[in-house]
């Protein structure tokens, strides 16, 4: 991958919105993705190209467009350039040819009557509008009530929306009544809707699979990797986009320096680069944030180690390694140091002068160094920590995770810490108890929340300021800095009291806007991840576990396994699959055991269930070798297939699905739409056979399978997950 592309591929180029009427062949390269192959400029802003969409039933016509800002290529497409005059890329054709079945619609009118409705984007919402629409020359009941109560069902069998009868709050008649009134009265002609089932006091509405089908195909294919987002959800405000985006921090991950990544920082890292992904998507600006535990008597202590026992060159090759072993060694001799000094003390024995040089006053000795800026003490502070960075980021680059800023509890100031305990201390907040300052929550807020709020220490009687107090002031430096309309801290419920009590003391400071803005994401354990000797089992040691079976496993298919350009990067990828989506399949909260047999199979919904379905889709459009041009003539009246249809149905909600995480915010949301997705798919096959069908019978049914592969990447990779071309 060249520079440029890289870049292009991140989304730090974008593509413009216009181009000149000629733009020279000269400036593009071709190129190479994982997933498709495109144009991308040599010498100027990247360049994406996409056919237009059709105002028929075929998927494209012969002229060309740009897409503008796609950070990664449409899965399953091979875009084209043509050296000719630019033309405006629009979806509206699918959109027009639905609304045109429809007798007064119009986009203009519905984005009236419903401002947050994106029919453009998201076919549902057009459906919603005319649904609403019709309901309401039904029930006498207005639209603004209509609206927001089409709900979804909890399956396709279940028709694609629902209406509970009784939040329309229609008095005189009981809901069951009024659902098999209205249900007979709704138009039997409706263009887009079947006439609705009653199930008690639900009304369930079924899509006519025609116009859908003609209209969620092209969609598909046009929008490719930005297919189910909404950019303007990130708007200051959606009817104006001058006034910019919203941003958001996301602080999730937060390692300890000179620590191995262990399990119990894998959950807040697939969760925040997930929540990350969720919001850029959303069109928000997201600075991802790794708030390091930096800081602290522990570095005091590493210090010492590496004085007596480092090595350089272990140091260079594998440093968070080194230090942790150094770590775990000079504690280890802490501990027994203590332990024999306790026993003389209890004997009798005067051991202040060996107390005063104990390993643990030596410690604190040098941490109170580095706290006073010792330039040497500082530097090697700095390296470890520099060290540490670089591999840290590695291991992220494997998670397809990366930050915009390496922040931790080093730095943080003192000048800001006592800044803000002399706030607290002005606003009574906080008050002395016996040398120290703590907060007793139950003096300043009544009730039960005061006394479940406890009293933290924020001071302790030497003056050293506690993880609370950096906190607070980490918080306010960062609405300084970023000016920020939302904050999210990805942290083990383990931590609940302690976000709550920082969220708190920031209102009580005064600041309750920016407490408002500010949200704590929580998780449970994973279990199981410990040795039978109960030692940590590490990240690094975890993802090579699952990548060797993920290859043991691809080996014994030798013709497929031959294929494969690279077999071992791939099985990293499948055991990376493996992991993220068992971590994410319960809901955050809930505490999961780490299973290495059950995460690896092929068989439920796994992680390389989810890579083999996408690869099996890229191996069908491989074998059927229809090119891009012939794909766009595909005649998709030719779908009739109620398997075809479902996954058209499947399709045509992801949009939804998107907007619903973003209230949930739970990665569950999206894979168990996924795993709906590939069931759907994985049961079409015997009736959509492409390779040998009928020409145009396989066109059509090709461009069905490749929208629902650009469908499935998308998904995949919102969750984290690099999909596969081969296994």
């Not at 990797?225 to 985006?245: C, H, R, T, V």
């Not at 001799?333 to 104990?358: F, I, P, Q, W, Y």
């Not at 609940?496 to 920016?514: A, T």
């Amino acid at each position: 991958m060249t520079t440029c592309q890289a870049l292009f591929s991140r989304g730090v180029l974008r593509a413009p919105t216009s181009l000149s009427k000629s733009v020279p062949r000269s400036l593009f390269v071709r190129t190479t993705t994982t997933s498709t192959s495109s144009f991308v400029c040599s010498g100027r802003p990247h360049l994406y190209l996409e056919k237009n969409c059709p105002s028929s039933t075929k998927i494209g016509t012969s002229s060309y467009t740009t897409i503008a800002s796609l950070s990664t290529p449409p899965a399953g497409r091979s875009p084209l350039f043509f050296h000719r005059k630019h033309s405006t890329m629009t979806t509206a054709a699918p959109i027009d040819q639905l609304v045109k079945q429809v007798d007064g619609l119009s986009l203009d009118a519905i984005k009236a009557k419903f401002p947050e409705n994106y029919p453009e984007l998201n076919l549902m919402d057009l459906y919603r509008a005319h649904l609403s629409n019709v309901l309401s020359e039904v029930t006498g009941v207005d639209t603004s009530l209509i609206y927001p109560n089409l709900g979804w069902t909890s399956g396709l069998e279940k028709g694609d929306m629902a209406l509970p009868v009784p939040a329309l709050r229609v008095k005189g008649k009981k809901p069951n009544e009024l659902a098999e009134e209205w249900a007979a009265k709704f138009p039997d002609t409706d263009p887009l809707f079947t006439k609705p089932t009653v199930s008690q006091v639900h009304l369930s509405f079924f899509i006519k699979a025609s116009p859908l089908v003609n209209a969620v195909i092209p969609l598909v294919h046009a929008k490719g990797a930005e297919y189910g987002f909404n950019k303007a959800d990130g708007l200051k405000n959606p009817q104006d986009p001058s006034k910019g985006q919203k941003r958001i921090i996301v602080e999730f991950s937060s390692p300890n320096i000179a620590k191995p990544f262990h399990a119990g920082h894998l959950r807040s890292t697939i969760i925040g680069g997930f929540l990350s992904n969720l919001y850029a998507g959303a069109g928000w600006d997201v600075i991802r944030i790794n708030y390091l535990g930096d800081w602290g008597k522990q570095y005091g202590l590493l210090a010492l180690a590496y004085e007596k026992y480092g090595d350089e060159e272990a140091l260079q090759k594998d440093p968070i390694n080194h230090l942790f072993q150094l770590y775990v060694r000079i504690n280890s001799e802490m501990t027994a140091e203590k332990e024999e000094l306790t026993k003389r003390k209890e004997a009798g024995e005067d051991v202040s002068a060996l107390e005063a040089n104990s390993l643990d006053e030596q410690a604190r000795r040098y941490f109170k160094k580095m706290t006073d800026r010792d330039a040497d003490a500082l530097a090697m502070w700095k390296r470890f920590r520099d060290l540490s960075i670089v591999r840290y980021k590695d291991t992220y680059a494997r998670l397809n995770i990366h930050f915009d800023e390496y922040s931790g509890e080093s730095q943080v100031t003192e000048d800001a810490m006592n800044e803000v305990g002399k706030l607290m201390e002005e606003k009574k907040i906080c008050k002395e108890d016996k040398g120290a300052q703590l907060i007793d929550f139950s003096e300043l807020i009544p009730g039960k929340e005061g006394k479940r709020l406890e009293k933290p220490l924020v001071r302790k009687r030497d003056g050293t300021a506690l993880y609370l107090t950096r906190d607070i002031s980490e918080l306010l430096g960062r609405h300084e800095k970023y000016h920020f309309d939302k904050m999210i801290y990805v942290v083990a419920s383990a931590q609940d009291l302690h976000l709550r009590q920082l969220f708190k003391i920031i209102e009580l400071l005064g600041y309750k806007d920016i407490a408002d803005k500010c949200q704590h994401i929580n998780f449970g354990l994973v279990l199981g991840m410990s040795t039978r000797k109960g030692t940590v089992k590490f990240l690094d040691d975890i993802l090579r576990d699952v990548a060797d079976k993920m290859h043991e496993v691809m080996k014994k298919n030798e013709n497929k396994y031959s294929q494969i350009e690279d077999p071992l990067a791939t099985a990293d990828v499948l055991g990376i699959s493996s992991v993220m989506v068992q971590d994410m399949s319960g809901k955050r909260i809930n505490n999961y055991t780490f299973n290495m047999e059950t995460m690896t199979s092929f068989e439920g919904d796994t992680g390389p269930y989810l890579q083999y379905a996408h690869a099996r889709l890229n191996s069908i459009r491989r074998k059927a070798g229809v090119s891009d041009e012939e794909l766009a003539t595909a005649d998709l009246s030719l779908l009739t297939e109620t398997s075809a249809i479902n996954l058209c149905r499947h399709m045509a909600g992801w949009p939804d699905v998107v907007k619903n995480t973003l209230k949930t915010l739970e990665p569950t949301t999206v894979l168990t739409y996924l795993f709906k997705l590939t069931h759907a798919l994985s049961s079409s096959y015997d009736q959509l056979q492409v390779v040998g069908s009928e020409p145009e019978l396989m066109k059509a049914r090709l461009a069905l399978y490749t929208a629902v592969q650009t469908v499935l990447a998308n998904g995949m990779r919102l969750i984290g997950l690099s999909p596969v071309e081969r296994m």
